[in-house]
């Protein structure tokens, strides 16, 4: 099957510092990948979906400058927590979609961030 | 998005088939019902897609009636690698390819 290859796997930085995620598709475009944060013991939520060569778009209550996302090639999408604070360490994940009628979406391995 | 539910938690032991059902009363047509497997600290990984009827891989079975407003999916003889939480989704080509997760069912295979 497709990959979807996500790095760093686990990052811990200081309150303040920016980290930068990235996901990328190894053996397919991907047009659209979408972010998704999952805090312990719960389910995933979308973030927002990663548009190559145009804006992200978020979800509710998402905010776009702490989250910046730029999806600059058919197969790179990078996420940047931007002044990161205890508050924002979760599990990160990213997602790809090959394409075509079905909604069959690959997984990165996900990132541990930690913030001090 | 079409809403899905399915059960919290569910208990099994080795060797035992399982089965999880997912509820969908929303489903639309241009809809697929997809499974996906998460284990601690990884990302989710795809299990199984169908439409209608019965699918069936190397990996477990998907049930889905005539109605389409649920699924269930099959897991024969688990092992204690099975355990994990799975989830069900519905969507498609129309909806974007947005994936709405719900709580997923942590299913827990015991010795």
């Known amino acids: 099957g497709a990959v979807v290859s996500q790095h760093p796997s686990w990052v811990i930085c200081k309150s303040g510092t920016s980290v930068k995620i990235e996901c990328r598709s190894l053996?397919?475009?991907?047009?659209?990948m979408f972010w998704y944060r999952q805090f312990p013991k719960q389910s995933l939520m979308l973030m927002a979906t990663?548009?190559?060569?145009?804006?992200?778009?978020?979800e509710q209550g998402v905010e776009k400058d702490k989250f910046l996302i730029n999806h600059a090639s058919l197969t790179l999408s990078t996420l940047t927590v931007t002044s990161a604070h205890p508050e924002d360490s979760s599990f990160y994940i990213c997602?790809?979609?090959?394409?075509?009628?079905?909604?069959?979406?690959?997984f990165g391995a996900g990132t541990r961030l930690s913030v001090l | 998005l079409a809403k899905t539910t399915q059960p919290i938690s569910m208990d099994s032991y080795e060797g035992q088939e399982v089965n999880i059902t997912c509820s969908h009363n929303?489903?639309?047509?241009?809809?697929?019902i997809t499974w996906y497997q998460q284990f601690p600290s990884q990302g989710p990984r795809f299990i199984i897609q169908?439409?209608?009827t019965k699918v069936t891989n190397e990996v477990a079975s998907l049930f889905i009636p005539a109605d389409r407003k649920s699924s269930t999916l099959s897991l024969p003889r688990v092992s204690l690698s099975d355990t994990a939480v799975y989830y069900c989704?519905?969507?498609?080509?129309?909806?974007?390819?947005?994936?709405?997760f719900g709580a997923g069912t942590t299913v827990t295979v015991r010795a």
């Open positions: 997602s790809a979609p090959p394409g075509g009628a079905k909604n069959i979406q690959y």
């Open positions: 053996d397919f475009q991907a047009t659209t």
């Open positions: 990663s548009n190559e060569g145009s804006k992200a778009t978020y």
């Open positions: 929303n489903i639309a047509t241009n809809d697929y």
């Open positions: 169908g439409y209608k």
């Open positions: 989704l519905v969507g498609g080509l129309l909806s974007d390819y947005k994936l709405s």
